[in-house]
C-alpha cells in the first residue's frame, strides 16, 4: 500500500463548481498536513496545512480525520485559475521529512 | 527575499557523465530535501539532510550522491549508474518545527542525450 493514495482524477468541472479531493495516508504516527498546488512544469507551492479542527481559506476548506486517517480538500466555485494538480503531503517516516501523494488533476472548463 | 535556488533550470548530458545539480537556500532552515518526479507522477525522495555534515537516503537514492558542507548548499550529483535521470528534479527545505511547510525551488529538468 502507497504510503499516501488520492483519487485518480482528472477532474473536469465547469466554472463555478464545487469539488472536493480525498487523500488518505498509511503512517499513523504522520503528524504534519498539507495541500500543495502544482501548475504544468513548475514547482509545488503550498496552498494550505491541515488541521485537526478543520480550517478554511477562502474558497478552499481543508480537513483532517485522524482516527480514520484521512484527509479532504473542498474548492468552492471553481475558478478557471484553480486548474492544476493538487497534491496531498503527510510528513513520514523520517521524522519531518515529506511524503507525497501522487496528485489529482483539476481541470475547470469555462 | 528569502528563497531556493536551483541551477540549470534545464540541463543536457551525455549518458554515461555524471552531472551535478546545485541546490541553493537563504531560508536558515536546518533540513534539505532532493525529489524526482517523472511525468504524470508524484514526487519520490531521493536523498534528505536534516543537519549540516549528515545526510540519508531516501526512496530511490541508487544512482546519486549528495553532500552537505554548509547550511545553505545540498548539490545532488546524478551518476553513469542512473539507469533512466530523465526526470523532473526538485529540491526543498524545512525547518524542524511542526507543522511548517516545505519550500521548493523552481526545479531543473534533466535530459540525458
Known amino acids: 500500500r502507497k504510503e499516501v493514495e488520492q483519487d485518480p482524477g482528472p477532474f473536469n468541472v465547469p466554472e463555478g463548481a464545487t469539488v472536493a479531493f480525498n487523500c488518505t495516508y498509511s503512517n499513523s504516527a504522520s503528524q504534519s498536513f498539507f495541500w500543495y498546488r502544482q501548475d504544468c512544469r513548475k514547482e509545488p507551492k503550498l496552498l494550505m496545512s491541515?488541521?485537526?479542527s478543520g480550517n478554511e481559506d477562502g474558497r478552499f476548506t481543508a480537513q483532517l480525520n485522524r482516527a480514520s486517517q484521512y484527509i479532504s480538500l473542498l474548492i468552492r466555485d471553481s475558478k478557471l485559475s484553480d486548474s492544476a494538480t493538487y497534491l496531498c503531503?503527510?510528513?513520514?517516516?523520517?521524522?519531518?521529512?515529506?511524503?507525497f501523494g501522487p496528485g489529482t488533476r483539476l481541470s475547470v472548463l469555462p | 527575499d528569502g528563497g531556493i535556488t536551483q541551477s540549470p533550470k534545464y540541463l543536457f548530458r551525455k549518458e554515461g557523465q555524471n552531472v551535478t545539480l546545485s541546490c541553493e537556500q537563504n531560508?536558515?532552515?536546518?533540513?534539505m530535501y532532493w525529489y524526482r518526479q517523472d511525468p504524470g507522477q508524484g514526487l519520490r525522495l531521493i536523498y534528505y539532510?536534516?543537519?549540516?555534515?549528515?545526510?540519508q537516503k531516501g526512496d530511490i537514492a541508487e544512482g546519486y550522491s549528495v553532500s552537505r558542507e554548509k547550511k545553505e548548499s545540498f548539490p545532488l550529483t546524478v551518476t553513469s549508474a542512473q539507469k533512466n535521470p530523465t526526470a523532473f528534479y526538485l529540491c526543498?527545505?524545512?525547518?524542524?518545527?511542526?507543522?511548517?511547510?516545505?519550500?521548493f525551488g523552481q526545479g531543473t529538468r534533466l535530459t540525458v542525450v
Open positions: 531560508l536558515n532552515h536546518d533540513a
Open positions: 526543498a527545505s524545512s525547518t524542524h518545527t511542526l507543522n511548517t511547510e516545505a519550500f
Open positions: 503531503v503527510v510528513t513520514g517516516n523520517y521524522g519531518q521529512n515529506f511524503v
Open positions: 491541515v488541521y485537526s
Open positions: 539532510s536534516q543537519i549540516v555534515n549528515d545526510f
